[in-house]
């Protein structure tokens, strides 16, 4: 009532204010939610405004705050040019419709013009004379394609690059295939550089002789043999970017381990995951003295209507590199068969570890290659793809095989960004952390008509999504505290999983810093309430709560905190 009653007070006065009035009781029918435009890059809680007058900041933040009985909190953050009169406001944003408190704004006669604060985002597009070709990367429609067909690496290089991770880990993506050019100047390869090379001792002691660059496992030397294939695939995943030349891998700082087998023998094969598996098992023992901190395998080979039941050590290997935190990305056939129905080698193993892709185009189709809704987890483009050829040459390369190390590559880009606090938990459970990863990529990619039903997710890989679904781990990207005032809600999205890191488990852990009464609300998609408890400290310590979300089902829900202290301290919300 209160409202309408100074609705009638301001119909009384001018057409201007008429109007201003009628917006703004529709702004406060929406104090629940704040509902910006379609823009992705808005500021919440900010509004930029040219005013006639210096004077007239005061009056626009009383006017407001007066209509909406202070609930706005609109105020002058700073003055932006004093020159132009251009200010920047703030205002609480969980307690107004932003869309309509910008019209009204605009709608004031002191006031010249306003718009939202927007973050910029730095345009990271590589200078590699060989990027327009690649549509995978960017499609802007090029070669006849579908613009956005992409796995949006563009927007994923403006948060990170590859490299290292938070805590200082050299990141390697191993790769098995015949052979590779270890002397292409636009991929780096890596080294053992804990074995001297040619003095035939294992220096390392990891089981393998003067292995500095990498092993054969035909010839038991890293004396690699030298093929196509092998070194474009290493180009997907980690070309050097922004270099000038070529092209620009998902990564562009990665170490790329090649591992030489003897025409794709499945003995060979075992051979090559196995010198993987020791390199990574190595690391974790000797916290990084010693070893590789291997994070994806790339296969791009494979049987077709191999039947997991006949290659029981090939599926369970795949098990065997998990459990040090190794996913493994595996490319289907490149025939149309049903993998679900007619199997396929080794795109139908079980393994929880293991990422099976198939091939997409440049218009988001389906190109020839296996599929199943149960079997195949995802498309990756794979057609048409250019990259990193023999003697500092490029090439192009179709099939399954270049879909496939778009998977290994992501992987290992999340890495890169993920927060020292992740990095922790990575360590205390890498097989928990790779389920984690894996989780995230199936659960970011970009659903497209032509895998509707025909793979696992139904979508295409998105590098960008998958990124920001590691960012979004934590309540802010470097893993820090994140405090909030004495009554003031911080809200924060999550999506129960059911997956890491124990299976069975659903819990939310809650670890914070509070000197007083606390109070946590569980809220769904639509606003409606279905968990609420309370808990209390005496002390300024920080605590852990564990909150048992079993009841719920499967789904998006919103988790808002309240204090009634000066100032809470959420260091972290842990999804199980």
Not at 332 to 352: E, H, L, W
Request: proline share 2%; charged share 15%.
């Amino acid at each position: 009532m209160a409202i309408y009653a100074k609705f009638s007070i301001i119909v009384g006065s001018n057409d201007a204010m008429k109007k201003i009035s009628h917006y703004f009781v529709f702004i406060l029918t929406f104090t629940t939610h704040s509902l910006f435009s379609q823009e992705t890059n808005i500021i919440p809680g900010n509004i930029i405004v040219m005013l006639n007058s210096a004077a007239d900041t005061a009056k626009l933040s009383n006017e407001l705050n007066y209509f909406s009985e202070a609930k706005i909190n609109l105020k002058v953050a700073r003055i932006l040019s004093q020159q132009m009169l251009l200010y920047l406001f703030e205002f609480d944003a969980t307690a107004v419709n932003a869309t309509m408190l910008l019209n009204v704004v605009k709608m004031f006669p002191f006031v010249k013009t306003a718009q939202f604060n927007h973050i910029a985002e730095k345009r990271n597009t590589p200078n590699d004379v060989e990027f327009a070709q690649q549509w995978n990367m960017n499609n802007t429609g090029q070669n006849s394609g579908t613009a956005g067909a992409d796995i949006s690496a563009v927007k994923a290089w403006n948060i990170a690059t590859g490299g290292l991770t938070a805590s200082g880990d050299t990141i390697v993506v191993a790769v098995i295939d015949e052979g590779f050019d270890i002397t292409h100047e636009d991929i780096t390869f890596w080294k053992n550089y804990h074995e001297l090379p040619n003095n035939k001792i294992d220096d390392d002691n990891n089981g393998y002789v003067d292995d500095f660059n990498g092993w054969n496992t035909a010839n038991h030397s890293d004396i690699l043999a030298i093929q196509t294939h092998g070194t474009n695939l290493c180009g997907i995943i980690g070309a050097k970017g922004n270099n000038g030349i070529g092209v620009s891998g998902i990564n562009w700082n990665v170490k790329m381990m090649p591992i030489s087998i003897n025409a794709y023998l499945e003995s060979e094969i075992l051979a090559g995951y196995s010198y993987i598996l020791e390199q990574r098992r190595l690391y974790n023992q000797t916290n990084g003295a010693k070893g590789a901190f291997v994070v994806s395998s790339n296969s791009s080979f494979g049987f077709n209507l191999g039947q997991p039941a006949a290659h029981p050590i090939w599926c369970a290997m795949y098990d065997s590199l998990g459990s040090v935190g190794i996913l493994n990305a595996g490319a289907t056939s490149n025939s149309n068969i049903n993998v679900d129905t007619q199997g396929d080698m080794p795109s139908a193993c079980a393994s929880n570890w293991l990422i099976t892709v198939t091939n997409t185009t440049n218009t988001d189709a389906k190109a020839v290659s296996g599929f199943g809704a149960t079997t195949i987890d995802l498309g990756a483009p794979g057609t048409g793809i250019t990259s990193t050829g023999l003697s500092n040459g490029y090439t192009t390369l179709s099939g399954t095989s270049a879909a496939t190390p778009h998977v290994a590559g992501t992987v290992a880009l999340m890495y890169a960004v993920a927060c020292s606090q992740l990095m922790i938990d990575c360590k205390n459970n890498p097989a928990a952390f790779a389920l984690m990863i894996k989780d995230s990529i199936l659960g970011a990619v970009d659903p497209i008509a032509a895998l509707n039903g025909k793979t696992v997710t139904g979508g295409r890989l998105n590098l960008y999504k998958s990124l920001r679904s590691i960012k979004n781990r934590y309540f802010n990207d470097t893993c820090t505290f994140v405090s909030i005032a004495k009554s003031q809600e911080l809200n924060k999205l999550f999506e129960i999983k059911n997956v890491y890191p124990n299976p069975t488990d659903k819990d939310l852990n809650i670890i914070y810093t509070s000197n007083g009464n606390m109070e946590i609300r569980i809220t769904n998609l639509v606003g409606q309430e279905v968990k609420r408890l309370s808990a209390y400290t005496n002390s300024n310590t920080t605590q852990e709560k564990t909150i048992d979300v079993s009841n719920l089902t499967k789904g998006i829900y919103f988790l808002s905190m309240y204090a009634d202290t000066t100032k809470l301290n959420v260091v972290k919300l842990v999804v199980y």
